[in-house]
């Protein structure tokens, strides 16, 4: 199923969630039967896209903080939280349609991502190299403000704009997490 998922994910990066399932079959060189068999529903597809993008996301933050420094770890993978939002744009109509296919997906976001940002939070206002006055819901919410659509070259703006917001991040690096800014 990796290669429906991952063919989903292009299409629906491309075209939107409301691309055909035909063209999302063909990427993946399966028939459609296969992926009706695994995803009923659209919205089963959906979701798992979404899943598994937030999955990878997350997972990421261990695997950075393994190879690099504390604030290195939390600026590349915010860099990498803003790539995800980048992706997200083509699933964002459809998780905020209404439909109750997809009420369960903002907590799995937030039970995903917030730990794994909290961690390289700590760990970078642990070792003096960030301010401490942000939470991890705050930052997620921010790096998603500056992901919206604005010009031509939205991820790169978006990844320059992110590259301040870290800047900001080591701004009074060593304040006290409740401390003001």
């Given at each position: 199923?990796?290669?429906?998922?991952?063919?989903a994910k292009a299409v629906f990066a491309e075209s939107g969630v409301d691309a055909?399932?035909?063209?999302?079959?063909?990427?993946?060189?399966?028939?459609?039967?296969?992926?009706?068999?695994?995803?009923?529903?659209?919205?089963?597809?959906?979701?798992?896209?979404?899943?598994?993008?937030?999955?990878?996301?997350?997972?990421?933050?261990?695997?950075?903080?393994?190879?690099?420094?504390?604030?290195?770890?939390?600026?590349?993978?915010?860099?990498?939280?803003?790539?995800?939002?980048?992706?997200?744009?083509?699933?964002?109509?459809?998780?905020?349609?209404?439909?109750?296919?997809?009420?369960?997906?903002?907590?799995y976001f937030a039970e995903h991502l917030g730990p794994a940002l909290a961690a390289l939070l700590d760990a970078a206002e642990a070792?003096?190299?960030?301010?401490?006055?942000?939470?991890?819901?705050?930052?997620?919410?921010?790096?998603?403000?500056?992901?919206?659509?604005?010009?031509?070259?939205?991820?790169?703006?978006?990844?320059?704009?992110?590259?301040?917001?870290?800047?900001?991040?080591?701004?009074?690096?060593?304040?006290?997490?409740?401390?003001?800014?």
């Open positions: 199923m990796a290669a429906v998922l991952a063919a055909p399932v035909r063209e999302i079959a063909a990427r993946a060189g399966v028939g459609l039967g296969t992926i009706y068999r695994h995803f009923p529903q659209r919205s089963d597809l959906v979701s798992a896209v979404f899943r598994q993008e937030v999955d990878a996301c997350a997972d990421a933050a261990a695997v950075l903080a393994a190879e690099h420094g504390p604030g290195e770890a939390l600026a590349r993978w915010l860099q990498r939280y803003t790539s995800f939002i980048a992706t997200k744009r083509g699933l964002s109509s459809a998780l905020h349609s209404g439909d109750p296919a997809f009420d369960a997906l903002p907590a070792a003096g190299e960030i301010r401490g006055d942000i939470t991890p819901e705050d930052l997620l919410r921010a790096v998603a403000n500056l992901c919206l659509p604005a010009h031509e070259d939205e991820t790169g703006h978006a990844q320059r704009m992110v590259g301040l917001l870290i800047d900001g991040l080591r701004y009074r690096a060593g304040s006290a997490r409740t401390g003001g800014g």
